[in-house]
């Protein structure tokens, strides 16, 4: 290929200089996938570009990981992945990990779940592996103002997709209770049991977020104002089938030791691009820069508009 990228240091997951980034943002990927074809399978270009799309979403190298999460620096570790199945998987993979070692070091692991289709996928894979949820606290970090058994209840889908099959122990569930539709009210009380089972802090070891197509997370909307507690009532656009919410706050995600962003869809390419960029203040995004560091499993459809910007 002459003078272009050696494909091959790609591969072998080697480190890259600022010489090699600047190459990268040089190239147009579609019309490299056509030059490597001569070289490569399609399994092999796949993963080269899936690399280099990661590497100019966000060249910085990661620092180690902090307990304290409040020394923001925005480092955002991302992996693209072939679909969603395979981003719960590894999803999965990494909160099994996460949990193992928050028991072995304090004894339990509170993880807190959020809701939407592809944390959906996520649910169904944990409910596969053989995790130790008797030590496991799952929380929610947003919830709709509607009864738990309401078909837009997080709740309801996260009992139904891993409560339920997973075996986990009731009294190991801590759901958002709004079933009377006061979200205000069930945020206060939501409060009160976060810094009752986590200490006056409230700080979950993990918390499992998407992203919409207009970039909110949890129920974190574009232009609302959000109160500085942990727990909050938010309002979805006038378009959601439930207005009423009940949310972590950017407070609260900012502290918890691990966030899990999971995005996936050629729906959300460019929004993702654009989050990724560095340079939006859209609910996910500020999230992300508000962290030492967060972890984004992207599929190759969300990561396609990644580069492009």
Same mark, same amino acid.
């Given at each position: 290929m002459?003078?272009?990228?050696?494909?091959?240091?790609?591969? $072998?997951?080697?480190?890259? *200089?600022?010489? &090699? @980034?600047?190459? /990268?943002?040089?190239?147009?990927?579609?019309?490299? =996938?056509? !030059?490597?074809?001569?070289?490569?399978?399609?399994?092999?270009?796949?993963?080269?570009?899936?690399?280099?799309?990661?590497?100019?979403?966000?060249?910085?190298?990661?620092?180690?990981?902090?307990?304290? $999460?409040?020394?923001?620096? *925005?480092?955002? &570790? @991302?992996?693209? /992945?072939?679909?969603?199945?395979?981003?719960?998987? =590894?999803? !999965?993979?990494?909160?099994?990990?996460?949990?193992?070692?928050?028991?072995?070091?304090?004894?339990?692991?509170?993880?807190?779940?959020?809701?939407?289709?592809?944390?959906?996928?996520?649910?169904?894979?944990?409910?596969?592996?053989?995790?130790?949820?008797?030590?496991?606290?799952?929380?929610?970090?947003?919830?709709?103002?509607? =009864?738990?058994?309401?078909?837009?209840?997080?709740?309801?889908?996260?009992?139904?997709?891993?409560i339920g099959p997973g075996q986990v122990p009731l009294e190991s569930v801590f759901r958002i209770e709004a079933d009377d539709g006061d979200a205000k009210s069930a945020a206060a009380s939501y409060e009160t049991r976060l810094t009752e089972l986590l200490g006056p802090e409230g700080i979950v070891d993990a918390v499992i977020l998407g992203m919409g197509e207009d970039g909110h997370t949890a129920s974190l909307f574009p232009g609302a104002q959000v109160e500085m507690n942990l727990v909050v009532a938010t309002e979805a656009p006038p378009k959601s089938p439930v207005s009423a919410r009940v949310s972590f706050s950017y407070e609260a995600l900012r502290k918890a030791r691990e966030a899990i962003v999971l995005i996936t869809g050629e729906n959300k390419a460019e929004r993702t691009a654009e989050v990724l960029s560095g340079e939006s203040d859209l609910p996910i995004a500020r999230v992300l820069s508000s962290r030492s560091r967060s972890r984004v499993f992207c599929d190759r459809a969300a990561a396609s508009g990644l580069g492009k910007r």
């Open positions: 002459g003078d272009s990228l050696d494909i091959s240091f790609l591969l $072998s997951g080697g480190e890259l *200089g600022p010489a &090699e @980034i600047d190459r /990268l943002r040089s190239l147009d990927l579609e019309e490299l =996938r056509g !030059a490597l074809a001569t070289y490569l399978g399609e399994e092999e270009i796949d993963d080269a570009l899936d690399r280099i799309r990661s590497i100019l979403a966000h060249p910085a190298a990661l620092p180690e990981a902090s307990e304290d $999460s409040s020394d923001a620096d *925005g480092a955002v &570790e @991302i992996s693209v /992945l072939a679909d969603p199945e395979e981003v719960a998987t =590894r999803a !999965a993979e990494l909160v099994e990990e996460l949990a193992k070692a928050a028991i072995a070091a304090r004894g339990r692991f509170a993880l807190a779940l959020s809701g939407g289709s592809t944390p959906k996928l996520l649910h169904a894979a944990l409910a596969t592996r053989n995790l130790p949820w008797p030590n496991i606290l799952v929380l929610f970090s947003d919830e709709r103002a509607v =009864r738990h058994d309401h078909p837009d209840s997080n709740f309801k889908m996260a009992l139904e997709t891993l």
